[in-house]
């Protein structure tokens, strides 16, 4: 079966840095999506990885390792706005987007 | 970025009721649409692939005679819950993919939040 595993939840200080753990099973691989979603909205865009590396953008970024199955999403300057869950989506081999649960990720001052 | 509307936001009905969501791309045609449910503090359920012009493609456990999907233009499709009961209450979400770009985004609508009384 296909399987994508990720924190169900994390604690981080406003202003510190976080790091958020996927892991994945899936039959094929073709891109890994990163995406933010706050409470009562839908999922917006942050980072989509496809070759192994860091990919960085502002305070976020995202890494891959496509031999491990495994990505992480590091979240730098941690701002209260950044309170929000975080689904980590993988690309499989039929190009349909498989979901993790999320990880809600909880920012104190 | 290439935007996606749902209409209605919200809606409330009573129970035995059909509500009809439309999912609309606005800057960009969408080969396929993807119809997904919500439960509160759950992850994404996707319940249908939509391709326009085709037959939707139905989620296991997913009842295509009672969430009719239509996709009859690269700009918009519809969910309709037919017969909608108390349980279906939950959140909508489409996502409508760009036959530009080449790694397979979604874009995301806003979400309908359907409350069944």
């Known amino acids: 079966g296909q399987n994508i595993d990720q924190p169900t939840e994390m604690t981080a200080t406003e202003g510190a840095i976080v790091q958020i753990n996927c892991t994945y099973q899936?039959?094929?691989?073709?891109?890994l999506f990163w995406y933010q979603q706050h409470a009562g909205e839908a999922p917006t865009f942050l980072s989509y990885n496809v070759l192994d590396g860091l990919e960085e953008k502002g305070r976020f970024s995202s890494f891959l390792s496509r031999s491990k199955g495994y990505s992480y999403l590091l979240l730098k300057e941690l701002q209260m706005k950044d309170s929000a869950s975080y689904l980590c989506?993988?690309?499989?081999?039929?190009?349909?987007?498989?979901w993790g649960a999320g990880t809600k990720l909880i920012i104190k001052p | 970025g290439a935007v996606v509307s749902q209409h209605p936001s919200w809606v409330i009905c009573k129970s035995g009721t059909s509500v009809k969501i439309e999912c609309r791309s606005l800057d960009f045609q969408a080969t396929t649409m993807f119809w997904y449910r919500q439960f509160p503090k759950q992850s994404l359920m996707l319940m249908a692939t939509?391709?326009?012009?085709?037959?939707?493609?139905?989620e296991q456990g997913v009842e295509k005679d009672k969430f009719l999907i239509n996709h009859a233009s690269l700009t918009l499709s519809t969910l309709t819950v037919t017969s909608a009961h108390p349980e279906d209450s939950s959140f909508y979400i489409c996502s409508a993919r760009d036959l530009r770009e080449s790694y397979n985004e979604q874009f995301f609508g806003p979400g309908t939040r359907l409350t069944v009384l």
């Open positions: 899936t039959s094929g691989f073709n891109g």
């Open positions: 939509s391709n326009e012009g085709s037959k939707a493609t139905y």
């Open positions: 989506a993988v690309v499989d081999s039929n190009y349909q987007l498989i």
